[in-house]
């Protein structure tokens, strides 16, 4: 993702994005490591895609101390993502080390392995979600009220990052638009806003003096986007609890747009007749637009889309792969756009 941070040397700006930056300082032995690893945890290139369970994730390792006991159960009582269809992926996943250690989370940090070290202490609990704007049942939320009527369960989907890498994650959740209607939107909601916290103590990304975005995070859908039924409120990756650097406790997911969309750590849900602005737009308007579906046709002004490194990738193993119009998701959303000019609603 590129931010355009004023550095005093020669580099043109052009080349400074974070992920260039990590693979500069990081490339050639990251990827010795990644490929090493590889070869001693067996294949994963062609391997049969593993399904999930909790045994997968090592997620003791991560902060999950403050994980409440009504999530843990609620968590275990999660729907399996269906063997096949639209919910479910069947690439290969993208392993947990990788998931949950290449990171875009600003708040904690530009480097890809910022957030996992930064974010290890993050406090989740309490945790609650302002509800405002064009709705019938404003208000604030405890994380259980919004969580505790719906059951979760797991979705296998692919996450393609305007920076052309990807994942395919085993997500846990429940749909966005069960939780909308629950609030009861007016007729003047055409558009939600979702906004993440802001906390200078927890969040030092927030302190950065050089850092040019404009706090706190803020991201937004179409209601006819947010209602769709691909559309994840995320509360869990491989089978427990989100770790802090993927945007605990409660994320979007919205896979067929590119990953900035999925905006993470929500404490506000605003229901607006106008279109909120969102924050890589307001950043570089020319670059990122507010729709941002995943379009290989199109290219980013600096670099091409038509295709991406799908994680985990390497110096002797690329995994470099077509990109998918919609992100592969074009017959479950393409309908959404049919009368708009993608070129211009980027
Ligand atoms: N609040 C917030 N949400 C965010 C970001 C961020 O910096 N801050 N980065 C976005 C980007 S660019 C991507 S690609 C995804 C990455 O999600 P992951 O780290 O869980 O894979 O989170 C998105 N959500
Ligand atoms: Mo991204």
């Not at 945890?41 to 997968?56: F, H």
């Not at 250690?101 to 957030?115: M, R, V």
């Not at 996450?159 to 994942?167: K, Q, T």
Request: charged share 25%.
């Amino acid at each position: 993702m590129l931010i355009k941070i004023k550095q005093p040397h020669d580099i043109p700006s052009s080349e400074i994005t974070p992920e260039s930056v990590y693979r500069a300082r990081r490339g050639f032995l990251q990827g010795m490591g990644v490929a090493g690893a590889g070869l001693l945890a067996g294949p994963a290139l062609g391997q049969e895609a593993s399904r999930v369970s909790a045994q997968d994730n090592p997620a003791q390792a991560l902060n999950l101390a403050s994980k409440p006991d009504w999530l843990t159960a609620q968590m275990a009582a999660r729907k399996p993502a269906p063997e096949e269809g639209l919910f479910t992926v069947s690439d290969t996943l993208t392993p947990f080390e990788d998931v949950t250690t290449y990171n875009n989370f600003y708040e904690f940090g530009t480097d890809k392995a910022d957030p996992s070290r930064n974010a290890r202490d993050f406090k989740i609990d309490p945790w609650t979600v302002e509800v405002t704007g064009e709705v019938a049942k404003k208000g604030t939320y405890t994380l259980e009220d919004i969580l505790k009527p719906h059951t979760l369960e797991e979705r296998i989907y692919r996450l393609r990052c305007v920076e052309a890498w990807s994942m395919v994650i085993p997500w846990v959740g429940f749909p966005l638009a069960d939780l909308i209607q629950r609030f009861e939107p007016t007729s003047d909601a055409r558009y939600v806003e979702f906004i993440t916290l802001v906390d200078r103590d927890q969040m030092p990304g927030q302190r950065s003096r050089f850092g040019t975005i404009d706090w706190p995070y803020r991201e937004g859908l179409r209601m006819d986007e947010a209602m769709h039924p691909l559309t994840l409120m995320a509360v869990g990756v491989y089978g427990d609890v989100l770790p802090a650097q993927n945007g605990a406790p409660l994320r979007l997911v919205v896979p067929w747009k590119y990953g900035f969309k999925s905006i993470k750590s929500i404490v506000r849900i605003n229901f607006r007749s106008t279109m909120p602005n969102n924050t890589w737009r307001d950043l570089q308007p020319n670059e990122y637009g507010f729709y941002a579906n995943v379009n290989p046709a199109v290219s980013h002004p600096r670099w091409s889309q038509a295709s991406e490194r799908r994680l985990p990738s390497s110096l002797f193993m690329p995994q470099r792969i077509d990109t998918l119009p919609f992100n592969g998701y074009a017959e479950a959303v393409a309908d959404l756009y049919a009368d708009m000019d993608l070129r211009r609603f980027y």
